[in-house]
């Protein structure tokens, strides 16, 4: 049952990433472009995302568990350290450089996407450098 409530939550966000126009990276190098010609149009669906999380999120933390999970799994860390800010700056200067996160580039594989079909691979080589590195 979690399986499919999985792939329902991922259709759902995939969806949202393809509506949004975050699966476009011209859209999102555009947005990300603070100094040229900056196009500010995803600052509506980062603000959407708030107003709908923020206030559910607060519900949701009420709860004792999960409706479809025994429990909640949250980050257990509540500091900054060196692996996380090193991490994040790859992270935004790869986003920055070639217009996908994780997210939308994986969704876009389903467009048949040349640059998704060049992206999702160097990004899981990557996730697996990162594991080597972290595991030393």
């Given at each position: 049952m979690s399986i499919f409530i999985a792939l329902i939550a991922g259709i759902i966000f995939?969806?949202?990433l393809?509506?949004?126009g975050m699966m476009d990276p011209e859209k999102v190098i555009g947005f990300l472009d603070l100094f040229g010609e900056w196009d500010p149009s995803l600052m509506f669906v980062m603000g959407s995302a708030l107003i709908v999380t923020v206030p559910a999120f607060r519900l949701i933390m009420r709860r004792?568990?999960?409706i479809f999970n025994e429990r909640f799994s949250l980050p257990l860390k509540t500091y900054l350290d060196k692996p996380l800010i090193v991490g994040a700056a790859i992270f935004g200067v790869g986003w920055g450089l070639y217009g996908y996160c994780p997210g939308?580039?994986?969704s876009s594989l389903a467009s048949l996407n040349v640059a998704s079909f060049l992206f999702v691979p160097s990004m899981l080589a990557g996730m697996w450098l990162a594991n080597k590195v972290a595991n030393k």
């Amino acid at each position: 049952m979690s399986i499919f409530i999985a792939l329902i939550a991922g259709i759902i966000f995939g969806a949202g990433l393809l509506v949004s126009g975050m699966m476009d990276p011209e859209k999102v190098i555009g947005f990300l472009d603070l100094f040229g010609e900056w196009d500010p149009s995803l600052m509506f669906v980062m603000g959407s995302a708030l107003i709908v999380t923020v206030p559910a999120f607060r519900l949701i933390m009420r709860r004792q568990k999960p409706i479809f999970n025994e429990r909640f799994s949250l980050p257990l860390k509540t500091y900054l350290d060196k692996p996380l800010i090193v991490g994040a700056a790859i992270f935004g200067v790869g986003w920055g450089l070639y217009g996908y996160c994780p997210g939308p580039g994986i969704s876009s594989l389903a467009s048949l996407n040349v640059a998704s079909f060049l992206f999702v691979p160097s990004m899981l080589a990557g996730m697996w450098l990162a594991n080597k590195v972290a595991n030393k």
